[in-house]
């Protein structure tokens, strides 16, 4: 791995000249991305994210920090005890120098000896499962780490939307797979990242493997545009 994400947000954060992130996907013509967005305040965050935050207490676990934004909400204005992961080391520098006092480079499913009474994993959190196969064994490693009691935030989208319909208006979604698996292109400063598998979930598709799994599972919010928010607990 290139880490450009990484190397974008820490760009960023040390001023060494950032440029847009370009993304592409299996279903989408090239896009650029903003960074700053990345380190969105509070009052610049989704509502669907001010929500979790708003309702994240007790010890926290934050999954795929990225720049730490919601992190750093919850450590200096909530006041909680915040540990946030990321599998990219420049992600977890930047993380440090805004100063998140517990940033590590760790991935989520070899984690291991502790828990939590809060996981949050936001901006698509179930992007990281990669596909609806391996979501059992993400949901799985994150009930793990739940305290008795602890709950998980996670949002996601359907991205149905996306999809051209045809003459009776059935969605032309993929016959061999499920529709929200994506494979990602990240471009940054020229350089391309090899492509990674990237999950969105609609409720639906959530709420099955998330029963399946042993969770309840809570629609808590539904954002403006196909994005939502859930509450998995034991
Ligand atoms: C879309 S970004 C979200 C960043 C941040 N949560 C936010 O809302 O701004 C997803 C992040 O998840 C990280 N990630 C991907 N797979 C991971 C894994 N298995 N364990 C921990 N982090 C992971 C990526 O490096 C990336 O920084």
Known sequence: MKDLFGKAILDYQTHNSPENIITETTISEEDEMDV????????EMPNIEQKALELAKGKILDVGCGAGSHSLYLQNQKKLEVTAIDISANAVKACKLRGLKNAFVQDILTLENE?????ILLMNGTGIFGTL???PKFLQKLKSLLNPGGQILIDSSDIIYMFDEDEDGAFEVPANSYYGELEFIIQYKGETEDSFSWLYLDYNTLQNAAIANGFQCELILEGEHYDYLVRLSI
């Open 36 to 43: 700053a967005y990345l380190f969105r305040p509070f009052d």
């Open 133 to 135: 196969k391996n979501t």
């Open 115 to 119: 828990t939590f009474d809060s996981i």
